[in-house]
């Protein structure tokens, strides 16, 4: 993977707030209203989208690769201690499948003599990606506050986010989902069937002219023959 710490960006998810930062000094924010999400869910995806779109214009911020950090305060946790580890992952199901929302985004990390399972929203965080991708964001990884907590922070700062981005590669290895890569558009897989079938394009040409040239010298020559 290409060096992506100049540009990589912090995004700390909160109730009704998100702040964006990118290490350089200033972190930049944006209030969520209630009629846009409401109890971790969002009511309205184009309104969500059209706020994502103002936000970043308003501050003219480009587009790089983002971390994705949902706070403690939205996301649903449990400890559990001592448990064998043939029980582990049955009692984190139980627990995951009591959190109140259809799809989750779930992982267990090591916390003291145990385990903290962690279950957040999946469809607030597809929202959110969404809304990021079509600006120009490339989501890099997910993970909870309790991620900041680990490393020995409290609070979502300037220096907090300049130490996330430097520990990136650590980061990345505690995200609670797979790489997001955005759908190709359809010209996108226009370019790619044209680009792949380019070469054997232009064989049937040069064949095909080649039979043209050969039967053309062929008729000159036997009509050059005729007496």
């Known amino acids: 993977m290409p060096n992506v710490l100049p540009s990589l960006a912090v995004l700390y998810i909160e109730v009704q707030r998100m702040s964006l930062c990118r290490g350089n000094g200033q972190i930049l924010w944006v209030d969520i209203p209630e009629t846009i999400v409401h109890n971790f869910e969002v009511v309205s995806k184009p309104e969500f989208n059209t706020l994502i779109r103002n936000f970043v214009g308003t501050h003219t911020i ?8 949902f706070s403690e305060a939205i996301a649903f946790e449990k400890f559990f201690a001592g448990l064998p580890s043939e029980q582990k992952e049955s009692e984190f199901q139980v627990f995951y499948e009591s959190v109140p929302f259809e799809r ?53 700062d300037v ?12 980061v990345k290895q505690q995200t609670m989902i797979a ?6 558009t359809i010209q996108q897989q226009e370019d790619e069937l044209a680009k792949k079938h380019t070469p054997l394009i232009l064989l049937i040409f040069f064949v095909f ?3 043209v040239l050969g039967g053309t010298i062929l008729i000159l020559r036997l009509g050059s023959n005729v007496p």
């Open 209 to 211: 002219l080649g039979i």
């Open 62 to 69: 480009t587009g790089g690769p983002l971390i994705l950090i």
């Open 104 to 156: 989750t985004l779930t992982r267990a990390y090591p916390f003291q003599n145990g385990s903290k399972a962690i279950a957040i929203n999946r469809d607030l965080y597809e929202s959110i990606r969404d809304a990021f991708e079509q600006v120009g964001f490339q989501i890099l990884a997910v993970v909870p506050g309790y991620v900041m907590t680990m490393m020995g922070f409290n609070t979502f």
């Open 179 to 184: 790489i997001h890569q955005p759908a190709r």
């Open 159 to 170: 220096e907090t986010a300049k130490q996330i981005i430097k520990k990136f590669d650590t």
